[in-house]
RNA sequence: GCCGCUAUCGUCUAGGGGUCAGGACGGAUGGUUCUCAGCCAUCAAACCGGGGUUCGAAUCCCCGUAGCGGUACCA
């Protein structure tokens, strides 16, 4: 009802007995990036709401760029994220079938060979654009004589496929957008092949999409402009066309569609598991980029995903991507995971950072994640968070020192006090549990009238170097009696 | 320049002729506490502008404006 009404009635259109299939189409020219991710996620979901199937296509017609490398990356990132496909085509290896189209449209006389030079190209745009037209190739080598094309093959030009662009309307159907009837003043004649042979993506992509069965295109805005093109293709090829979902793009906090480009690490999927950030989280966070189910739920599962997706709420604008709302569902999911788990997940970033080498201890290593309780953001955390359980090899922060151990000769006095006291308290205390140390600290702050926090914050600052982090009890016990009292002293020294 | 798309708190968004315009992230304040995080409570924060239509407009219609995307022998 209401806003809706056009797209849900042309989602309509799908019959019972049709199965969807949707694709998604990367070019391997690099790694896969959030937008990318997120396209992946609205097809896959969209395909497993409707019991279809998800496809993935590898665009790789630009071999220039291409590189075996960056599609197993896309491989890599996609699986990390549980996003599984049912069939798998490179482009590449269809150059013949691509073949067999063009020269079906050649034959037919809906394209013909364009001679034009890339520099008179450019002279075409540039007047093109001094004279305020909306096309810059204005068909030119559409009919050629004999005479010119032996001058030109005489010349040693190799000439490109051109498309021709009918001369009527094209109906742009779009389910999140809306239809649109686009002026075909507005389409020039489109190359279709290079001059090197190789087939273009316009070309390309839509041959496939029919050849593939494909029902429903959903990829983002940025290609709503190819859309009326790869039509006219199709129609020029007799080829059903899908039906299309321009999905809104993903902006960096300038308002600017995130690229590799522009953004490099911080649009990379991968950096995001490196890092440690779950995938579900990922996934999670991704899917709110221009959906959402209702004004209550901000967390879903993958199977409630699958169970609520559709495309009749995506949104029709873009949407930033804002770091701070991934990082709350990451630490949302990494605090649902017991204490095994995580410690399974973050044992290799202490290994990567040397404080790790056998994993021995397994139950100490998990009583330490255990005491870090929920205090981590992504599984990286770990690291600063607990370095100095593993190591005495650290700094005493500045700013911690200044605030608690004593800007002044007098506080310092008096923090080298207490640390004395303590060392000699932890040094005769009968049990080394926390229940003891407990009692026995406070015993000592309340009858000497020290106020708790101040001892314990010196005392945190003696073991951790820092003011922060788990119960100090904990701390406490988890690095153990010896080297407690050998840590005490050493910040008295330090002083 | 040209073509196109879009417009609700800082951000993601709900709502879609009558709502105190709702939620979440982020922010602020207070409480709990040995610190931090967490948790609890509270708060600030939005309908791009101008005209219509209407008893009533964030919502419908015009007109602007702004932002973005595309403008390749990239995808």
């Not at 960056?70 to 491989?75: A, F, L, V």
């Not at 004279?131 to 004589?145: A, E, F, N, P, V």
């Not at 495309?311 to 605090?335: A, C, M, P, Q, T």
């Not at 997940?345 to 998990?366: H, K, M, N, T």
Request: proline share 3%; with cysteine; glycine share 6%.
């Amino acid at each position: 009802m209401g806003k809706n009404s056009e797209r849900t009635e042309m989602n309509g259109t799908l019959s019972q007995n049709d199965q969807v299939r949707v694709r998604m189409a990367p070019s391997p020219t690099g790694y896969l990036h959030i937008g990318g991710a997120r396209t992946a996620l609205f097809n896959w979901l969209f395909a497993k709401h409707h019991n279809g199937k998800f496809i993935l296509r590898i665009d790789d017609t630009d071999t220039a760029r291409s590189t075996h490398e960056s599609m197993h990356e896309i491989y890599d990132a996609l699986k990390w994220l549980g996003i599984n496909w049912n069939e798998q085509y490179v482009q590449s290896d269809r150059k013949s079938i691509y073949e067999g189209y063009v020269e079906q449209l050649l034959e037919s006389g809906n394209a013909y060979h364009c001679y034009c030079t890339p520099e008179e190209l450019e002279e075409i745009r540039a007047q093109a654009r001094v004279d305020k037209q909306t096309r810059s190739y204005d068909g030119r080598h559409r009919h050629l004589t004999s005479e010119d094309v032996d001058r030109f093959i005489a010349e040693g030009r190799k000439p490109t496929v051109r498309i021709k662009m009918p001369d009527t309307p094209i109906l742009v159907e779009d389910i999140v957008l809306g239809s649109r009837n686009i002026d075909p003043e507005t389409l020039e004649d489109e190359v279709i092949v290079r001059s090197n042979g190789m087939p273009n993506y316009n070309l390309t992509s839509i041959i496939d999409d029919a050849e593939m069965q494909i029902t429903h295109v959903i990829r983002g805005t940025e290609h709503l402009n190819n859309t009326p093109k790869q039509i006219a293709i199709a129609n020029a090829l007799g080829l059903e066309v899908p039906q299309f979902a321009h999905i809104p793009l993903v902006l960096d906090s300038g308002g600017r569609k995130m690229s590799k480009r522009h953004h490099g690490d911080l649009v990379a999927v991968n950096r995001y598991r490196e890092q440690g950030y779950l995938p579900e989280a990922m996934l999670n966070f991704v899917v709110r980029l221009g959906w959402s189910y209702d004004d209550k739920q901000e967390i879903f599962s993958v199977d409630e995903l699958i169970k609520k997706f559709d495309l009749d709420r995506v949104g029709k604008s873009g949407s930033v991507f804002d770091i701070k709302k991934l990082e709350w569902l990451n630490s949302h999911y990494i605090n649902q995971l017991d204490v095994a788990v995580r410690t399974d997940a973050v044992i290799p970033f202490w290994q990567e950072e040397g404080l790790l080498d056998s994993v021995e201890d397994r139950d100490w290593l998990e009583s330490i994640v255990e005491a870090v309780g929920e205090r981590l953001t992504t599984f990286q955390d770990i690291v600063p968070q607990t370095r100095y359980f593993f190591t005495d090899e650290f700094e005493y922060e500045s700013k911690a020192v200044k605030k608690w151990w004593g800007g002044s000769d007098e506080k310092k006095q008096k923090t080298c006090e207490i640390l004395t006291n303590l060392q000699q308290i932890l040094e005769e205390i009968p049990a080394f549990d926390i229940e003891t140390i407990e009692s026995v600290i406070w015993k000592y702050t309340d009858e000497n009238d020290i106020k708790r926090v101040a001892a314990m914050q010196a005392l945190r600052i003696a073991l951790t170097g820092t003011s922060f982090g788990p119960s100090l009890f904990d701390i406490v016990v988890l690095l153990g009696k010896d080297e407690v009292l050998k840590r005490i002293p050493k910040a008295i020294a330090h002083l």
